[in-house]
């Protein structure tokens, strides 16, 4: 049974920084694709970016250069380091990761305050 674990959310004023991690244990192997969503209160799931084994990140357009993921494939680990904060980013973030299915993280929450 795979399981995601998150952590590194918090509190932050805007214009801050945070780091997420989420390490995947209990798999057997690499996961294919490794990425985070973020759900704000009363809206859906949305992607935030996601980053193949040996490939390029994808980023939604609107979080480009302020965001940027990263993985350690030796540590079946993706990160998510956000700068430039803002209050808008407040969100519970969910990371997940693909292997013959999709598995998530329980969702860490993320406050930036004004």
């Known amino acids: 049974q795979v399981q995601l674990v998150e952590s590194g959310g918090g509190l932050v004023q805007s214009g801050g920084s945070l780091r997420l991690s989420c390490a995947a244990s209990g798999s057997i192997g690499s996961p294919y694709i490794m990425g985070w969503y973020r759900q704000s209160p009363g809206k859906q799931r949305t992607l935030v970016a996601r980053i193949p084994s040996g490939g390029d990140a994808y980023y939604v357009d609107s979080l480009k250069g302020r965001f940027t993921i990263s993985r350690d494939s030796a540590k079946n680990t993706v990160y998510l380091q956000m700068n430039s904060l803002k209050p808008e980013d407040t969100a519970v973030y969910y990371c997940?990761?693909?292997?013959?299915?999709?598995?998530w993280g329980q969702g860490t929450q993320v406050t930036v305050s004004s």
């Open positions: 997940y990761a693909v292997f013959s299915t999709i598995y």
